[in-house]
């Protein structure tokens, strides 16, 4: 792992952090944060940081009540002489939530930051702080590079489980000390309703923590946010989320299985009242971005959209996708023209754009989705696809049409450190695609990489689609079925870039951290 000269956040995070959380936190594992009205306000749900720059971050809280969020930031955790942010009124309309950008930090330097919630007619009254830390980028090649990515969170009814302790495999990402963590979608699962038990095959019972909000699929905004207040019941993700900054996009679970924009939900599914997926995905948008520090979907910000590019410095670019909100409907994905496909038109011009301005040596794609893995769609029984590739081998057809002038774009442009990062299908593998085993053959070679989930079933390997010439180099998935994480198959992704030779090495590991597999990319080259 790349060296660092900084005070590694664990080590900070022993003595302010884990007073403070002492303090404002529930003291058992699910047990939601009493809103008794009276004394001072209080942010029990934590804290989070997204979007972290080399001069600013977003810091996020929930209040149980009114109240005005003050953010005071610090070299160190004594907080001595610390530089205060105000930052909004925190009410009904956003749920209490709210973030505050932090701007003017300095680079590449820890930043120690406690939340104060105070009480908007009386501002001397105030509750205990909430502390959190994150280091800035680095605007100096040698600190290097590290990030972690997964996605899929309480999914297939699998919830918050008390008897083994939680969503342990935040407290194994949380050791490795990264600079930040990629969620790859489906952070939640609102159309997954969460029941008290379930059966496990051996005739025992996984338990859940379970909420009102949680024993149905959500139709209202009240239900959405209340399906992002779930998963913070956990002590194991508030302490990552003080320790670890995000980068957050989404997929179909924080809103319904496999949508798409214009989707009306069929008679048959009696779950739902409310049948436009439209209607849905506004509400589910809103909560969305209530309850994450999102820099694009801040209130003001431009475009009100999850793709954007973070900046991590002269080693890194991370773009983030949204292959989810411009796509076209679900079909058999076999037509031979597609000038919508999966990303829309504007959002690919985006990304060849930015791609082409990009300076840093390497160039992550966050995608919500697999290219070449075969992810079927049978919400209405029908023989249609959710992702990109279709199972025809052949010449790109359907969304790989689009796929395809991205990845030709990126080989006459001669971008160089280009590589996929995704979850999506609940296990882990490695990828590698080149043109000389595709039928389509206009291309570098270029890896990608899938990890996941955090906390849900588990299924089988996809297949693979031979249009992009993948060769699944890796895979450690069950053979069953919805394999709970009781049975394992629980999985993460490590991303380190040395910063003197520029080398990044993917691991995939497990939820304890156990390695997997591990492959190191060389950089400069336009595909390897």
Known sequence: MSQRPFPGRRSVLRGSLAASAALTLPTALGTAPAFALSGRPEAGWGVQTGDVTSDSGLVWVRSDRPARMIVETSATDSFRNPHRWHGPLLGPDTDFTGTTRLRGLPSGEQIHYRVLLADPDDPRRTGEPVTGTFRTVSAHRRDGVRFLWSGDLAGQGWGINPDLGGYRIYNAMARLDPDFFICSGDNVYADGPISATQALPDGSAWRNITTEEKSKVAETLAEYRGNFRYNLL???????????????????????????????????????????????????????SEYFPVSTLRPGAKD???????????????????MRTYRNANSPDNQTVDPHGILGREQLEWLKRELSRSR?????????????????????????????????????????????????????RRITGTLWLTADVHYTSAQHYQPSRAAFTDFEPFWEFVSGPLNAGAFPANALDNTFGPERVFVKAPTASNVSPAGGYQFFGEVDIDGHSGELTVRLREQDGTVLFTQTLQPGLVGQ
């Open 360 to 412: 840093a040596v390497w160039k992550v794609i966050a995608a919500d989705m697999p290219l070449g893995l075969v992810v079927p769609d049978s919400t209405e029984g029908l023989p249609n696809i959710e992702a990109v590739a279709q199972g025809d081998p052949g010449v790109p057809l359907g969304r790989e049409l689009q796929i395809a002038e991205l990845l030709r774009f990126i080989k006459h």
């Open 304 to 322: 009100g959209r999850v793709y954007r590019v973070l900046r991590q410095g002269p080693l890194l670019d991370v773009f983030v996708l949204d």
């Open 234 to 288: 956990d002590a194991n993700l508030r302490r990552f989320n003080a320790q670890v900054p995000s980068i957050i996009q989404w997929d179909d679970h924080e809103v319904r299985n496999n949508w798409y924009p214009g989707e009306v939900i069929a008679a048959s599914d009696t779950r739902y009242t409310e049948k436009s997926i439209d209607v849905l995905a506004a509400r589910a948008r809103r909560a969305f």
